[in-house]
Structures are given as C-alpha cells and as structure tokens.
C-alpha cells in the first residue's frame, strides 16, 4: 500500500501574482479562532502550515506572524497552492509542493533549523472535492483518480486493478468502516473481469447495490449517508497512504519545532484522531494543550458543515526552562463548548 513519495519540494515560481485556477477558494477553513489560540502566533516567529489547501489559514497565521515573521506552507497538490497563492499575496509566505512527510527535508533545504510551530489541517479541501475530475467525490461521472499529487503514485483505479479480492476487502473495512466491505470486494472483482472499473459514478453505482438501504424511509434517525461515502473514503486514504504521511509527520514534528513551539492537528476521522491521540500522550516529548479534541460549536457547525467532525488537538514541544501550563495541565485559552 505504501508508496514512495520521492522528495519533490521546490518553492513554488507562482510568485503571489499568479491567477488561481479556479477563481475564489470554496473552502471554509475549520475552527479558525481555536486554531489561532492554541499556537498563538507572534510577531516575527516562524510557523509552518503543513495543509495550506485554499490558504484561509496560512492567511490568519501570516497575518499575526507579520512582515519580520515567515509562514512556510505545505501541499500536496499544486492546484491548491496556486489558488491559495491569491489568498496569500503581500504576506509574507513561501510556498512548497510536498508531502508533509518531507517536512524535516523541506526546512533544510531552506536553512530552517526549528520553527515557532505547525499547523496540519487533514483531509481534503472542499475545492477539491468540488472538481469533479480529481476523482474524489461521485455526483458526477469522473475518473477514479483521488490522488492529492497528480503526478505522484497509483491512481484509484490502478489500486482497483491491481489489488486481490482480499486486500480490496481489508482496504474498505480498514479505512472506510464499511460493514458490508466483503461483498464489495467480490463485486469489485467480478465486475473487472468483464471490464476495469475506471469511473466514479460505476464504482459508486456498485456499492450502492452492495449495501442494503434502511428498512423504510426516515428509520434512520441521523440522515444516511450515500453509501459509497465509505468506499470512496477508503480509497482516498489508501491511494495517498494518508494515515503512513500522518504518522511519519508525528514522529519528526517534535524536531521540527524549537523547545516551547506548538503543534495542532485537525482530524476528520477516528483513524487519524487516534494517531494525534496517542502521539500527544507520549509525555518525553509533548506536553498536551488539549485533553480533550476542541470541537466546533454549534454556530461554526450551521455556517460549515464540514466542520462537524473536525477534532483539534494541540501540544508543546517541553521546553525545560519554562513552564507554559496552567496546573491543571492546560493553557489559559477557550475551548469551545463539545456538541452533544
Ligand atoms: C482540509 S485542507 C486544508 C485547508 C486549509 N487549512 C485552509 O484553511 O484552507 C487539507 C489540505 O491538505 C493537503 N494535504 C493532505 N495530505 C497532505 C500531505 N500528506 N502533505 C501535504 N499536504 C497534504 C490537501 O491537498 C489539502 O489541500
């Protein structure tokens, strides 16, 4: 499943001044005021944003970080960093494709020895999941490509190619959750006998005959979810070894960061939450700022969606000669209220 990401990052030459893509970034970024308290940027401090996607955050960061200070920003994807290149324009900001992963390359290369802190927000951006031809979502027939760097690995389709009924099945219960992963494997590979499965809407329209729809209409209490959500959710992981990125950039963040600098996390999903979770614990080299995941509130929730199962957490790189902490383990900032 693992596939080499070869060190690819370079500044990017879209120096502020390049039109993005697709016009405005869609995306809304999650928890923005909980961000900015838990890493509590100051003037002239260096920070990395490790998921610039449609730049709302780098925007906030480099703001406070100011014109003596410097945001070094991550993506995978090209497309995202030049459209969040107009968000960033005038601030001081370096853009570098990657994968987070590199991040302890990425700052040799530019002659950063540690920075102030790192943001890394999961996932995809909305914009992503709104152009239709990267692959990732089903409301319109498209390639099955979901790689985040589309010159970088396997597509999905070569993954459904390529990969035995068992691996198929292992893969969709693993990443995706679903129960009925079994029968979509068998599916999936009786159906590429006859012929390669090479879009969204066929791989979509297979699941979904695969799963059996609720008893009667409005017996689930929650609105069900199309029930490929969980398949294609699998596959995206899977095609850019998402969770393999997420744990090599927990095991070199704290060198990443200078003694008292400051890491925070968004997860979108209990496979990655339980990542940063456990990382966070490890108290030889963090000190937590969040016991518990800061969730947003229900007023950020009405405005985004989205933002319903984002989870924050935050940690301190211990620095001996100071103690940030409040006795009870935490820093004086707000959390906001859990949803019930
Ligand atoms: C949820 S979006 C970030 C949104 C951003 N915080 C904002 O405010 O607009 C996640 C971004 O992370 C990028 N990404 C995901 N995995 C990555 C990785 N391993 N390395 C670098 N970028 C990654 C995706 O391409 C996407 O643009």
Redesign the pocket.
């Known amino acids: 499943m693992l596939h080499l990401v070869l060190p690819r990052v370079y500044p990017l030459t879209c120096t502020m001044n390049s039109q993005p893509p697709g016009g405005e970034?869609r995306?809304l970024?999650v928890l923005p005021a909980e961000v900015m308290a838990a890493l509590d940027p100051q003037p002239g401090q260096v920070f990395v944003d490790?998921?610039?996607?449609?730049?709302?955050?780098?925007r906030l960061l480099a703001e406070r970080l100011g014109p003596t200070g410097r945001l070094i920003g991550?993506?995978?994807?090209a497309t995202?960093l030049a459209l969040a290149a107009s968000r960033l324009e005038g601030l001081p900001v370096t853009l570098l494709q990657?994968?987070?992963?590199e991040l302890p390359d990425a700052l040799a290369r530019l002659g950063v020895t540690a920075v102030d802190g790192v943001l890394a927000?999961?996932?995809?951006?909305s914009d992503?999941l709104d152009a239709a031809e990267r692959g990732f979502s089903f409301g319109q027939s498209a390639p099955l490509d979901m790689r985040?760097d589309a010159d970088d690995g396997e597509t999905a389709a070569q993954l459904l190619r390529r990969l035995s009924e068992r691996e198929l099945a292992d893969l969709i219960w693993t990443y995706g959750e679903e129960r009925f992963s079994r029968r979509i494997a068998r599916r999936i590979v009786e159906t590429r006998r006859a012929s390669p499965l090479e879009t969204t809407d066929q791989l979509a329209e297979l699941v979904r005959r695969c799963v059996p729809r609720p008893p009667r209409k409005g017996a689930w209490k929650k609105a069900p979810i199309d029930p490929a959500t969980r398949t294609f959710q699998a596959l995206r992981i899977a095609v850019?070894d998402?969770l393999g990125?997420l744990e090599r950039l927990l095991v070199a963040l704290p060198e990443c960061l200078r003694p008292g600098g400051r890491a925070a996390l968004i997860s979108f999903h209990s496979l990655e939450d339980r990542r940063v979770k456990q990382a966070f614990r490890d108290r030889t080299r963090w000190q937590e700022l969040t016991r518990k995941p800061v969730q947003a509130g229900e007023e950020e929730v009405a405005r985004n969606p989205r933002a319903r199962s984002a989870k924050l957490r935050a940690a301190i790189r211990p620095d001996p000669r100071a103690n940030e902490t409040t006795q009870d383990g935490h820093v004086g900032w707000r959390r906001s209220r859990p949803r019930t």
Do not use: I, K
């Not at 990657?98 to 992963?101: E, K, M, T, V």
């Open positions: 970034p995306h970024s490790a998921t610039v996607g449609a730049g709302g955050h780098s991550m993506d995978r994807d995202m990657g994968n987070f992963d927000d999961l996932g995809v951006c992503q985040l850019n998402e990125a």
